[in-house]
């Protein structure tokens, strides 16, 4: 990445990233949505943030030093513009529609029958700028019986089965993984999503309705894997890829501390047999010989392995995997994690000040582009920061601002 753009303090429309020029009105909230329009914005697309009076609920969410800027708000947001409207005025939706007019994207995460109360709805929307890229990021696909049912991260982590295979994997309940795997996941979708409906325009040279349901995105990546023997019809065998949910899958136990190694392939496991002392084993013991045979004796592979890295001290561990071309890293806590070195290498962190939040702990984005550079243009906006300023540059005046916010 190298030494990071130095971020400019409130200058959101004049990036030099690949998407500037682009403006997105952005009716998300909580974490999906203003993930993918965060990274819409290190893209440089100016992202108009909607906001209800009482703002997107993660404003809500500490740790936080001032009232409304959450800790996760704060991380999801930056870079961004945020206009306070009340759209259950008519007069307010009447400027959210004008807005819209003139933007590129329109993205939201309402219940569709609540967006066509409110007369945002794509036909609505549509018909004033038959140009937009109308993303819609829902719970559930609108073909099917789900479809407005309420989504949040825990939900679709359970209905896609994730704390099953946690449970299946060796925990003493099913649990949710501890990340919203499946916000993040499917905002990753949805940027990439709107970006592609962007490129198709310049084609086209007409918008459309993109809708990304967490449900089908979330199944998609889990099923990937763990399909497994029903992928064919008929059956080859159950669900599940085995050496995933391995009960002894997890990080290793050193004599010290713990130890995050993969001996995966036979070269792996060639070099880890002679760090070992025991060099004839792979070919002498069939569980280890081909990469069918580990797969079919997982468990015991993994509880073998285990058994070997207690005799030795995570460092020693780390400098015998390195010189034998073994893959092996650290186990991270959070703290240690953000003080990794290949991280500071990289200029993975930058520390900016923020008006009302002081110093602040930036991530910047971790791609990298040799012409069209990807930046942070801003910090995450106090509520309705810039609701005069964007209105203003629509046209209205201060007794009509005063009115609907």
């Known amino acids: 990445m190298g030494t990071p753009a130095k971020m400019a303090k409130g200058d959101y429309r004049n990036h030099t990233g690949p998407l500037s020029g682009v403006r997105i009105l952005d009716l998300t909230t909580v974490v999906m949505g203003p993930y993918a329009t965060m990274i819409l914005s290190n893209l440089g697309a100016d992202i108009i943030k909607l906001e209800p009076p009482s703002g997107d609920i993660m404003r809500h969410v500490g740790p936080m030093k001032?009232?409304?800027m959450g800790h996760s708000f704060i991380n999801a947001n930056h870079g961004k513009r945020s206009i306070v409207l009340d759209l259950k005025k008519p007069e307010a939706r009447s400027i959210a529609l004008k807005i819209a007019k003139e933007s590129d994207v329109f993205v939201h995460n309402i219940r569709p029958a609540a967006l066509e109360r409110l007369g945002l709805d794509y036909d609505s929307v549509s018909a004033m700028n038959p140009r937009i890229i109308f993303a819609s990021a829902v719970g559930f696909g609108s073909g099917g019986?789900?479809?407005?049912?309420?989504?949040?991260?825990?939900?679709?982590?359970?209905?896609?089965?994730?704390p099953t295979l946690v449970h299946?994997?060796?925990?003493?309940?099913?649990r949710y993984v501890p990340t919203p795997v499946a916000d993040r996941s499917v905002g990753l979708y949805l940027s990439s999503m709107i970006s592609a409906a962007l490129y198709a325009r310049e084609i086209s040279g007409h918008g459309?309705?993109?809708?990304?349901?967490?449900?089908?995105?979330?199944?998609?990546?889990?099923?990937?894997?763990?399909?497994?023997?029903?992928?064919?019809?008929?059956a080859q065998g159950g669900p599940y890829y085995t050496r995933l949910i391995s009960k002894n899958r997890h990080p290793y136990k050193t004599s010290d501390g713990y130890i995050c190694a993969l001996i995966y392939n036979d070269a792996h496991w060639r070099a880890f047999f002679n760090v070992i002392s025991t060099p004839d084993m792979f070919?002498?013991?069939?569980?280890?010989?081909?990469q069918s045979d580990r797969a079919d004796n997982i468990d015991f592979v993994y509880a073998f392995v285990a058994k070997e890295l207690e005799k030795k001290t995570t460092s020693e561990w780390l400098v015998l995997f390195e010189e034998n071309d073994i893959p092996a890293m650290l186990m991270s806590t959070i703290e240690s994690l953000i003080k990794d070195p290949h991280l500071k290498d990289v200029g993975f962190f930058s520390f900016e000040e923020h008006p009302s939040e002081g110093r602040l702990r930036m991530i910047n984005p971790p791609e990298t582009w040799s012409e069209?550079?990807?930046?942070?243009?801003?910090?995450?906006?106090?509520?309705?920061?810039?609701t005069y300023e964007v209105l203003s540059e629509f046209g209205f005046s201060p007794e009509e601002i005063d009115a609907v916010s």
């Open 283 to 290: 070919h002498k013991d069939d569980r280890f010989s081909s």
């Open 145 to 162: 019986r789900y479809s407005g049912k309420p989504a949040y991260d825990d939900l679709i982590q359970g209905i896609v089965g994730i």
């Open 208 to 234: 459309q309705s993109v809708e990304v349901p967490m449900f089908e995105v979330l199944a998609q990546y889990v099923l990937g894997d763990h399909m497994a023997g029903l992928s064919y019809d008929p």
């Open 66 to 68: 001032n009232k409304l």
């Open 168 to 174: 299946e994997g060796g925990g003493d309940v099913p």
């Open 372 to 386: 069209t550079k990807s930046y942070v243009s801003g910090f995450a906006p106090e509520l309705g920061q810039h």
